[in-house]
């Protein structure tokens, strides 16, 4: 038997039983309370018990013990009830309708061109130097001094002949660059997101799998509180690449309105599950992907 109820039920049987029993307390309090204020000491003045036990109670209308099996069977019942709702207890995850934001996922993305500040101007070119004229009347003296330079017997010493040292070893080769494979843009199978293995055609499938990851992406992104007080609304693009295993790796925010949008959009992004590789040629490769998120106020 399986049996799905909303936690609104569960509480809404859990108050009606509490106020059955409350009622069920009163109607026998009262009961009992006007059949001990009847005059029972001479209803049963000469009444007589063939045992003890029979007589163990001295009025039988006021014997509360003479309901306890009723009683019993009532807190059983209820308490079977409340189990049952309990264990039928479902928690059904929030639905959200992106039906209207699976058009923005086929939307040329424009990518805004990052500001770069402009190089200052060239210092201007030095004055060119001054000559200053020498006439020729002016006549310049030198006195030459000679000096002998030439080595002396004494001072001469033949060097001592040095001994040829081997050649130390070449150093070992530098290790080769791993080159980083190729980051594709356009694929023949595109990655999609968990959730839509089942589907073959390939139409149906980009669509659900477009479907699961808006569904978790505005499942889980929050309106950051900066941005809801100052009214900032728009769209963030976050870039990232799936990778032959399906990881999410290189997240980064390429177009950010601010106010903490780009990195709210941008933590929901790596909180993505691994996602169904791209493939070329029937091999699976890394692909790029662009993510548009927009924030509306409500």
Known sequence: MDIEVQGSLVVTALILVVVITAAIIFLVRSVYTKRANSNLTQKHAGTTFSSPLEG?????????????????NYGLLASIILMILAF????????????????????????????????????????????????????????????????????????EPVADKPAPPPPPPPPPKEEEEEIFK??????????????????????????????????????????RENGVEGMV???????????????????????????????VVNMMPKWEPGKQRGRAVRVQFNLPVKFKLE
Not at 56 to 72: A, I
Not at 189 to 208: L, M, N, R, W, Y
Not at 253 to 263: K, M, P, Q
Request: hydrophobic residues 35%; negative net charge.
């Open 56 to 72: 163990r109670t001295k009025y039988p209308e006021v014997d509360t013990f003479s309901l306890s099996s009723t009683f019993l």
């Open 186 to 227: 356009v694929v023949e199978d595109q990655p999609a997101f968990p959730g839509c293995e089942g589907i073959s055609d390939k139409a149906a499938k980009k669509k659900c799998a477009d479907e699961k990851m808006l569904q978790f992406i505005y499942g889980n992104i929050k309106y950051p509180a900066i941005a």
């Open 88 to 159: 039928s207890w479902t928690q059904y995850e929030k639905i959200v309708d992106v039906s209207s934001l699976l058009g923005t996922l086929d939307e040329e993305i424009e990518m805004e061109t990052p500001r770069t500040a402009e190089p200052p101007p060239p210092p201007p070119p030095p004055p060119p130097p001054k000559i200053q004229e020498v006439p020729n009347d002016v006549s310049v003296e030198e006195t030459v001094t000679f000096k002998d330079l030439s080595p002396k017997d004494e001072e001469f010493q033949r060097p």
């Open 237 to 267: 693009v976050v870039k990232f690449v799936v990778e032959k295993d399906g990881s999410i790796t290189q997240a980064e925010v390429v177009r950010d309105i601010g106010a903490g949008c780009g990195a709210e959009a941008l933590k």
